[in-house]
Every structure is written in C-alpha cells, then in structure tokens.
T-cell receptor
Framework: AQSVTQLDSQVPVFEEAPVELRCNYS??????LFWYVQYPNQGLQLLLKYLSGSTLVKGINGFEAEFNKSQTSFHLRKPSVHISDTAEYFCAVSDRGGYSTLTFGKGTMLLVSP | GAVVSQHPSWVICKSGTSVKIECRSL??????MFWYRQFPKQSLMLMATSNEGSKATYEQGVEKDKFLINHASLTLSTLTVTSAHPEDSSFYICSAKNRDTYNEQFFGPGTRLTVL
C-alpha cells in the first residue's frame, strides 16, 4: 500500500514569486508519481509525471518537479507564479503493476495574490 | 487526445430517487475506468475500479448495492446512485486508463450531485 503526504494544506504567495509545493510518499514498491491541478468545480488535469529516467520532470504551465528517492519526495516548483495558477494541487502515486490505482494526497491550495 | 467526458455535469434530485452518471472516453479505448468521490475541500477517494466486461471492484466501505457500476464497452462506464440520500451529495469524478499509456489516468470534468 502507498500513502502520500502533502505537508501544506494552503500556500499563499504573491504573483511572480517562486513557489514549492511539497509532497512525500511512502511505498514498499517502486512507484510512479504524478502532480494534478484542479480548478474549482472541475476535474483533474495532469501537470507532470515521473515514470523513470531523469529525476527532474518538466510539466505544463511552467511547473517542474524533482523525484528524490532517498527522501521519498516529489516536490513541485514554479519559478514565477501567475494569478491563474490559483488552484488545488494534488500529488499522487501508483504502483507499477496491476490496475495501478492512484493514491492521492490531501491537496494543497495555492493562493496567488497580486 | 485522451479526453474523458462526464454527463451530466450537475444534477439535483429528490431523496429516494436514483441517478445515473455517464463517463465516456472520447478518443481512446479505456480498458479500465475509475470512479472517485470528492467532498468539499478534500481529496479524491477511490470508490471502485471498473474493467470492461467484468464486475467492478469496490473499495472497502463503499456499498456496491448503492453505487452500481457498469462498464459495458471500452468507451463507457456508468455509475448509478440508487435511492439517493442527502449524504450522497458530492462531486463524483471518473477517470479512464488507456492500455497504451501505462499508469496514466485521464480524468473527466466531474459531476456535482445534490440530493434534496
């Protein structure tokens, strides 16, 4: 079984500032890692994913994340945020076999102010 | 590509009635579909995993007789909330997995169910 911990329930930042959303996971097997964004009353949109290879993963909208196996972390970063980045962000893991169900963290609300 | 739709996007019903929510993969064949439930300001909780042509696998604590799932084809899965009650009010989201894209799930836009 896997678990995901998103350490911050809410992260307020000013526009054009950098941001990091933290995610740690626990698993007894190798996993795939994902970051999703959810805008109000909408489904989830994939930002980026780590399957294998380079530990630095670049996604859409200028986001990137780094997989750190020793620290079991997959933190999401953006060097300069926009008002439009205000949304809920979910980190998720899945194992590499079977039906590969996703286990989600509780989410981090990113609030970008002008 | 990899678009998933849900219908309806929102529904209001009376207590005791049944509601059907459709989830469709528009441009790919979904061998597996997932149904999630999301309460306000909370994470997604997996309700069940649905494979085409076979019975759904429900997560612990989810009543299979209340939440009927049918995955009749490679592009359609339905969730029927039977005898709905106000506590069933929630945001229901489906996702679909493409056999060619490993573990990536593609999410629908969600259905807001309100039971009066």
């Amino acid at each position: 079984a896997q678990s995901v911990t998103q350490l911050d329930s809410q992260v307020p930042v000013f526009e054009e500032a950098p941001v990091e959303l933290r995610c740690n996971y626990s698993s007894s097997v190798s996993v795939y890692l994902f970051w999703y964004v959810q805008y109000p009353n909408q489904g989830l949109q994939l930002l980026l994913k780590y399957l294998s290879g380079s530990t630095l993963v670049k996604g859409i909208n200028g986001f990137e994340a780094e997989f750190n196996k020793s620290q079991t972390s997959f933190h999401l970063r953006k060097p300069s945020v926009h008002i439009s980045d205000t949304a809920e962000y979910f980190c998720a893991v899945s194992d590499r076999g079977g039906y590969s169900t996703l286990t989600f963290g509780k989410g981090t609300m990113l609030l970008v102010s002008p | 590509g990899a678009v998933v739709s849900q219908h309806p996007s929102w529904v209001i019903c009376k207590s005791g009635t049944s509601v059907k929510i459709e989830c469709r993969s528009l441009d790919f064949q979904a061998t597996t579909m997932f149904w999630y439930r999301q309460f306000p300001k909370q994470s997604l909780m997996l309700m069940a995993t649905s494979n085409e042509g076979s019975k759904a696998t429900y997560e612990q604590g989810v009543e299979k007789d209340k939440f009927l799932i049918n995955h009749a084809s490679l592009t359609l899965s339905t969730l029927t909330v039977t005898s709905a009650h106000p506590e069933d009010s929630s945001f229901y989201i489906c996702s679909a997995k493409n056999r060619d894209t490993y573990n990536e799930q593609f999410f629908g836009p969600g259905t807001r169910l309100t039971v009066l």
